[in-house]
T-cell receptor, first 108, second 113 residues
Framework: KNEVEQSPQNLTAQEGEFITINCSYS?????LHWLQQHPGGGIVSLFM???GKKKHGRLIATINIQEKHSSLHITASHPRDSAVYIC??????????FGKGTKLSVKP | DAGVIQSPRHEVTEMGQEVTLRCKPISGHNSLFWYRQTMMRGLELLIY????????DSGMPEDRFSAKMPNASFSTLKIQPSEPRDSAVYFC???????????FGQGTRLTVV
């Protein structure tokens, strides 16, 4: 069993839809990271959180430490949100254990 | 700041050749990470450094792989000899201090033929 599991693996949405990507982890963490990888390959850190909720524009990330579960939400999705979203469990030394990623495609 | 800079962006080499990937972290960042991404295994940590000292290299696949960080502004990942199964995208990332987000380079796409 992978230490970090994401669902779904692939997601297709229509522009404007509300999107949720889920992440479950089985390891102890100091923080949970959400990353975005664009079609060109670059990786950008979206959120790092250890409790509660964070919001940045149309993106919201939540975490439930007791349940070892995190979600990434995108409100009013747009084609430019199309990317691979990767969840990663952060260890105490800062090393990351990655999920396999969720490939999101938002259609106009 | 220009961000984390990796070179080369693309590398094609023949099996058995030595390959050296380079990374310049963001100035002032204390930690540097090398990751590998493949279709089969996704992103994996290879090795990371804190203050130029290797902390955990358990992700380095085998002795053919070696990494150095001679100073705070430069790191290399070397594969000798390279094999076709080493083909992947190699990312370098740096982080200011423990407990902060990491910044990724654009990656080096390595193809070993």
């Amino acid at each position: 069993k992978n230490e970090v599991e994401q669902s779904p693996q692939n997601l297709t949405a229509q522009e404007g839809e509300f999107i949720t990507i889920n992440c479950s982890y089985s390891v102890g963490i100091s923080a949970l990271h959400w990353l975005q990888q664009h079609p060109g390959g670059g990786i950008v850190s979206l959120f790092m959180l250890s409790s509660g909720k964070k919001k940045h524009g149309r993106l919201i990330a939540t975490i439930n430490i007791q349940e070892k579960h995190s979600s990434l939400h995108i409100t009013a999705s747009h084609p430019r949100d199309s990317a691979v979203y990767i969840c990663a469990a952060g260890g105490s030394q800062g090393n990351l254990i990655f999920g396999k990623g969720t490939k999101l495609s938002v259609k106009p | 700041d220009a961000g984390v800079i990796q070179s080369p962006r693309h590398e094609v080499t023949e099996m058995g050749q030595e390959v050296t990937l380079r990374c310049k972290p963001i100035s002032g960042h204390n930690s540097l990470f090398w990751y590998r991404q493949t279709m089969m295994r996704g992103l994996e940590l290879l090795i990371y450094f804190n203050n130029n000292v290797p902390i955990d290299d358990s992700g380095m696949p085998e002795d053919r792989f070696s990494a150095k960080m001679p100073n705070a502004s430069f790191s290399t990942l070397k594969i000798q000899p390279s094999e076709p199964r080493d083909s992947a995208v190699y990312f370098c990332a740096s982080r200011p201090v423990l407990g902060t987000e990491a910044f990724f380079g654009q990656g080096t796409r390595l193809t070993v033929v």
